[in-house]
């Protein structure tokens, strides 16, 4: 059964840093086809901000561009999210996904973790 669990949020003023942890559990070769990181904040839909692939390729939300990164250790079984020059419209809850679909593709973000708070402020 996978499992995720995201670590590292709390408060902050805007120009820090926060680094975001994901444990992974449970996971098969499928699941290592994508990762990736949303947010959502109160009122918003949840968006996708950063997604990191089997082989190390990454896309990012324009919003987080420049800005965050994506990364994983796979002995560790751990994805992050390194935040940077967070602004206070970073704000909100952030989520560990994994893929879902099959192992070839496409990536289907589908497994979710049960998020963590990052709040900015000004």
């Known amino acids: 059964q996978v499992q995720l669990v995201e670590s590292g949020g709390g408060s902050v003023q805007a120009g820090g840093s926060l680094r975001l942890s994901c444990a992974a559990s449970g996971f098969t070769y499928s699941n290592y086809l994508c990762m990736g990181w949303f947010r959502q904040a109160p009122g918003k839909e949840r968006e996708g901000i950063a997604t990191?692939?089997?082989?190390?390729?990454?896309d990012y939300a324009d919003s987080v561009k420049g800005r965050f990164t994506i990364s994983q250790d796979n002995a560790k079984k751990t994805l992050y999210l390194q935040m940077n020059s967070l602004k206070p419209e970073d704000s909100g809850m952030y989520y560990c996904?994994?893929?879902?679909?099959?192992?070839?593709?496409?990536?289907?973000?589908?497994?979710w973790g049960q998020g963590t708070q990052v709040t900015v402020s000004s």
């Open positions: 990191i692939y089997r082989y190390g390729n990454t």
């Open positions: 996904a994994a893929n879902r679909g099959p192992p070839m593709g496409p990536c289907t973000l589908g497994y």
